[in-house]
């Protein structure tokens, strides 16, 4: 993989990356000038001039699919070179590529590819993706004859609705509907990976949560869980974006099959992906959210709390997302938040702050993490103040990301409601008061509110 401006690929695009590469020789210039002017000026005549010819055996759709893999190659995981590209006019001439009805497979391949990675992490490509049609086109191959292309657009398809340039699937449309239940039930796991994809961006309101309940789709999403770690996870989002706020989806799946399906999400809390762990307890927390009556075990409640405690020591996105997790659970739960104490969830907090010091999303996380769990508990509070990361709390009001200094407020307005912090006179003004009114000044509206 070439090297990148932006520190690597996407996992989804490196992915793409491996499963597409090739080691066929390349003679023709790799300058992105010469590569976009070849496909732009080729078009369905052929890339490798008049009488090249463009079907599937011409020396013309040979130097197409070379070229079109050399840009892949470039773009992936490289912001530059997809922003060159673009000002070059070259998805639209990749887009076209999936368009021919004469095209190789091979040529499927590298084109569906390189859109997919064009939409990956660049807004202007996503819309020049969208723009070209390359979501029809990609839609219509999946139903190709050949697997290789299949997997192709799915996975682009994919990269696409990871955009939020991406277009809204219509699911009370009833074609609509057949469509991705036709994709739930491939056998290819790209395809359900998709569908799962498509449900999770797509699936918005009570009517389209409906409608997807009624259609039987967490039923097939639960019996995709015994697939690949990348499925599960899918499916596990599809799941929470399903139950999310919808008190009549979240019992029904409560009591799907005498609560089977219920117990397979609980069994996932303790799977060995951190990702697929953290992925089960939102989905618990959403179900518990919509349905309190259906999660009245208290056991499970404590293993919830216990998993993102651990989470937080992972690294990357699971470890900066289980705080917020965490959050969610407890908020505005008393008997949560005492479960959370008693399981030395403050201590815990305060230790990876005071270890890691401020780093910006998994701090604001935290912050806001134990600034809930002195929303109502006072032994949190004066264990939170009691402790080496009041300091820090208070270093984080002079930070320079404003999430932070807003996270930072919200700890200490929590920390303020005891009656006994106050009349002991921990808030000092020079301490405290002093850097709060300084805020009233701040660059950040939301930092002036909080």
């Known amino acids: 993989m070439p090297a990148t401006a932006s520190g690597g690929a996407r996992a989804e695009e490196a992915a793409s990356a491996l499963s597409l590469s090739s080691s066929a020789p390349f003679c023709m210039g790799t300058r992105p000038e010469e590569l976009a002017a070849r ?5 369905p005549g052929g890339v ?13 759709e040979h130097e197409r699919v070379l070229a079109l893999r050399e840009i892949k190659n470039q773009i992936i995981g490289n912001r530059t070179k997809k922003l060159l590209y673009l000002r070059l006019g070259a998805v639209p001439a990749v887009v076209a590529a999936l368009a021919e009805p004469g095209a190789s497979p091979a040529a499927l391949v590298q084109a569906a590819a390189a859109a997919g990675s064009f939409a990956c992490g660049v807004d202007d490509g996503a819309r020049a993706v969208l723009a070209a049609g390359a979501v029809g086109h990609l839609t219509r191959l999946l139903a190709h004859p050949d697997d290789k292309v299949v997997d192709a657009c799915a996975r682009a398809l994919r990269m696409i609705y990871q955009s939020k340039q991406a277009p ?6 009833e074609k609509n509907m057949d469509f991705l239940l036709s994709l739930l039930d491939s056998e290819n796991e790209n395809v359900t990976e998709l569908a799962a994809n498509i449900i999770s961006y797509s699936c918005n ?30 499916c596990l989002e599809s799941m929470t974006a399903i139950i999310r706020n919808n008190w009549e989806v979240a019992s029904r799946f409560a009591s799907m099959d005498h609560g089977k399906a219920f117990r397979s999400i609980v069994a996932l809390i303790h799977d060995r992906s951190p990702r697929t762990r953290l992925l089960a307890c939102l989905c618990l927390i959403a179900l518990g959210h919509a349905s309190p009556c259906h999660f009245l075990d208290r056991q499970i409640k404590t293993k919830l709390i216990l998993v993102l405690l651990e989470l937080i020591e992972e690294p990357g996105h699971v470890g900066d997302e289980a705080p917020l997790a965490l959050t969610t659970l407890i908020k505005d739960s008393v008997e949560l938040q005492k479960q959370a104490f008693s399981t030395n969830a403050v201590a815990k907090l305060s230790n990876h702050l005071l270890a890691n010091t401020l780093q910006t999303r998994r701090a604001v996380t935290i912050l806001l993490a134990l600034a809930e769990l002195c929303s ?28 932070i200094r807003v996270a930072a407020c919200s700890c200490l307005k929590n920390i303020s409601r005891s009656s006994k912090v106050l009349s002991a006179g921990r808030l000092s003004c020079d301490t405290v008061i002093a850097p709060l009114v300084q805020l009233l000044y701040d660059s950040s509206t939301s930092v002036q509110v909080m």
């Open 205 to 234: 309101s009570n009517t389209e949560q409906l409608a997807l309940c009624g259609a039987g789709v967490p039923q097939k999403l639960v019996s995709l869980f015994g697939g690949s770690m990348n499925l599960r996870d899918a």
């Open 48 to 60: 490798g001039g008049p009488g090249g010819g463009c079907g599937e055996g011409g020396e013309g």
């Open 376 to 403: 109502k508990q006072e032994e949190s509070r004066s264990q939170l103040l009691s402790g080496q990361v009041s300091t820090l709390i208070l270093d984080a009001l002079k930070h320079d990301c404003a999430d």
């Open 39 to 43: 496909l732009v000026a080729g078009g």
């Open 168 to 173: 809204m699937f219509d699911v009370n449309n």
